[in-house]
């Protein structure tokens, strides 16, 4: 009967307390916020009041259980810790948090009526490190390669990207399945392309994207080997090949497996002449060049997959000539021709050309000597015409006085007789006169 009525007495009072402070309580109302951590993270849960009359704060997880009732632990769990407990604030953490701990959590106010706030606790999944599939080495120019990049352990949903030479690639299978705890995910994402030797040394990337990796996606990466028949190409040394001069040719062979070595051949037959074609490496060496070189080159390249050949028509030239300069040297000529032809009759005849001036040799005039040359010729010729024709006809004139002065005695005479006398007459006067022959 004692107990029964002390603890009626009991109950009577707190019962009376609270409804002196029913009516200062309504105005207090607990504040929380939403929480999202990354699994194995550690969460903060505060709940605020912003005026509280010393009426007391507990936070209990989503099974209903009580953690901290003011500065009081009441569940036994080692990952939970009390931050700070006074009348206005009640704030816990949770650390190497779980997907297990997700949930919604209460923050109570024990007022008249209790009064409570939700927080809800978001755990992310981290999504393992991804890998690539499906990669076989070496591949076959030509082939189709399929590439598959997987993760799991993500929650929600990983998002996986393509690469190649960090140029994204948009046209991709994506697949997405809940893994067996129902709560995280497995993602995964197929490539299909056709390689072709510029793929050789590529590398391709799968990126996992994810909001629990802070910016920092998780990749995983696969370097491309693509074998590829040998592609050739003749090099000369010098585009404009000479008689007597050397020449190189090299041939640039690329192919995977490398073509080693090389096989050179000219018109189709075997290099004509070792001693002065000499092969080094991917070098044909031509010593010194002849016509006889002329021809097509042949550059043949294999490997384990294929076979590939280059051609270079080779034609030599000749050196060509190299014309000395030539130095005009200025000069004033003047050229003067002169000659003198005497004829004397009786009494003295003469005739004299003298003093001809070549008219292309002008005062102040230049140019080479054989101009000079051919005009001193013409003047030389013009002048020896001209003797020839005054000689003739000085001894056609001498020729008629001749016949004049024999003729003189037979001009009076009655008969020949006296003819032949007169004229023999006029012979004897004329041995008295003087000729002079020049």
Request: hydrophobic fraction near 35%.
């Given at each position: 009967?004692?107990?029964?009525?002390?603890?009626?007495?009991?109950?009577?009072?707190?019962?009376?307390?609270?409804?002196?402070?029913?009516?200062?309580?309504?105005?207090?109302?607990?504040?929380?916020?939403?929480?999202?951590?990354?699994?194995?993270?550690?969460?903060?849960?505060?709940?605020?009041?912003?005026?509280?009359?010393?009426?007391?704060?507990?936070?209990?997880?989503?099974?209903?259980?009580?953690?901290?009732?003011?500065?009081?632990?009441?569940?036994?769990?080692?990952?939970?810790?009390?931050?700070?407990?006074?009348?206005?604030?009640?704030?816990?953490?949770?650390?190497?948090?779980?997907?297990?701990?997700?949930?919604?959590?209460?923050?109570?106010?024990?007022?008249m009526p209790v009064k409570t706030s939700k927080a809800y606790l978001t755990v992310l999944g981290v999504p393992e490190k991804p890998q690539i599939s499906g990669f076989s080495s070496p591949v076959?120019?030509?082939?189709?390669?399929?590439?598959?990049?997987?993760?799991?352990?993500?929650?929600?949903?990983?998002?996986?990207?393509?690469?190649?030479?960090?140029?994204?690639?948009?046209?991709?299978?994506?697949?997405?399945?809940?893994?067996?705890?129902?709560?995280?995910?497995?993602?995964?994402?197929?490539?299909?392309?056709?390689?072709?030797?510029?793929?050789?040394?590529?590398?391709?990337?799968?990126?996992?994207?994810?909001?629990?990796?802070?910016?920092?996606?998780?990749?995983?990466?696969?370097?491309?080997?693509?074998?590829?028949?040998?592609?050739?190409?003749?090099?000369?040394?010098?585009?404009?090949?000479?008689?007597?001069?050397?020449?190189?040719?090299?041939?640039?062979?690329?192919?995977?497996?490398?073509?080693?070595?090389?096989?050179?051949?000219?018109?189709?037959?075997?290099?004509?002449?070792?001693?002065?074609?000499?092969?080094?490496?991917?070098?044909?060496?031509?010593?010194?060049?002849?016509?006889?070189?002329?021809?097509?080159?042949?550059?043949?390249?294999?490997?384990?997959?294929?076979?590939?050949?280059?051609?270079?028509?080779?034609?030599?030239?000749?050196?060509?000539?190299?014309?000395?300069?030539?130095?005009?040297?200025?000069?004033?000529?003047?050229?003067?021709?002169?000659?003198?032809?005497?004829?004397?009759?009786?009494?003295?005849?003469?005739?004299?050309?003298?003093?001809?001036?070549?008219?292309?040799?002008?005062a102040g005039q230049t140019g080479p000597d054989h101009a000079l040359i051919g005009g001193i010729v013409a003047v030389v010729v013009f002048v020896t015409l001209c003797s020839i024709f005054l000689?003739?006809?000085?001894?056609?004139?001498?020729?008629?006085?001749?016949?004049?002065?024999?003729?003189?005695?037979?001009?009076?005479?009655?008969?020949?007789?006296?003819?032949?006398?007169?004229?023999?007459?006029?012979?004897?006067?004329?041995?008295?006169?003087?000729?002079?022959?020049?």
């Amino acid at each position: 009967m004692f107990i029964f009525f002390f603890l009626c007495n009991l109950s009577l009072e707190p019962a009376a307390a609270s409804k002196n402070k029913v009516k200062g309580s309504q105005g207090q109302f607990p504040l929380t916020q939403n929480v999202t951590v990354v699994e194995g993270g550690t969460a903060i849960l505060t709940c605020r009041v912003d005026q509280n009359d010393n009426t007391s704060l507990q936070w209990s997880n989503p099974a209903q259980q009580t953690l901290y009732f003011d500065d009081k632990k009441a569940l036994r769990d080692n990952r939970i810790e009390l931050v700070r407990a006074s009348w206005h604030e009640l704030s816990i953490s949770v650390s190497d948090v779980s997907l297990s701990d997700e949930g919604q959590y209460t923050c109570s106010l024990f007022t008249m009526p209790v009064k409570t706030s939700k927080a809800y606790l978001t755990v992310l999944g981290v999504p393992e490190k991804p890998q690539i599939s499906g990669f076989s080495s070496p591949v076959m120019e030509g082939d189709l390669m399929q590439l598959t990049c997987k993760t799991s352990g993500s929650k929600p949903a990983a998002d996986i990207r393509w690469f190649k030479n960090d140029k994204e690639i948009k046209d991709v299978k994506y697949l997405k399945e809940e893994d067996a705890n129902r709560k995280t995910f497995t993602v995964s994402s197929t490539l299909d392309f056709r390689v072709d030797r510029s793929d050789d040394g590529v590398t391709v990337i799968c990126r996992v994207d994810h909001e629990s990796l802070n910016a920092t996606p998780q990749v995983a990466m696969q370097v491309l080997e693509i074998h590829y028949t040998p592609s050739v190409k003749i090099i000369p040394s010098t585009p404009f090949p000479q008689e007597g001069q050397p020449l190189i040719l090299t041939c640039e062979s690329k192919g995977k497996p490398l073509p080693e070595p090389v096989l050179w051949t000219k018109d189709g037959g075997e290099l004509p002449d070792p001693d002065r074609m000499v092969v080094s490496g991917r070098e044909l060496n031509i010593l010194f060049l002849n016509k006889t070189d002329n021809g097509t080159y042949r550059c043949e390249a294999t490997n384990t997959i294929g076979q590939s050949s280059a051609e270079y028509v080779l034609i030599v030239h000749d050196v060509p000539n190299t014309l000395l300069p030539t130095t005009i040297i200025p000069s004033l000529t003047t050229a003067t021709v002169t000659t003198t032809v005497a004829i004397t009759t009786s009494p003295t005849t003469s005739a004299t050309a003298s003093s001809v001036r070549d008219p292309n040799a002008l005062a102040g005039q230049t140019g080479p000597d054989h101009a000079l040359i051919g005009g001193i010729v013409a003047v030389v010729v013009f002048v020896t015409l001209c003797s020839i024709f005054l000689l003739g006809r000085y001894l056609a004139r001498h020729k008629g006085t001749y016949l004049t002065n024999e003729a003189k005695g037979a001009e009076d005479a009655p008969d020949a007789d006296t003819a032949i006398i007169n004229a023999e007459g006029s012979q004897v006067n004329a041995e008295e006169k003087k000729e002079y022959f020049i």
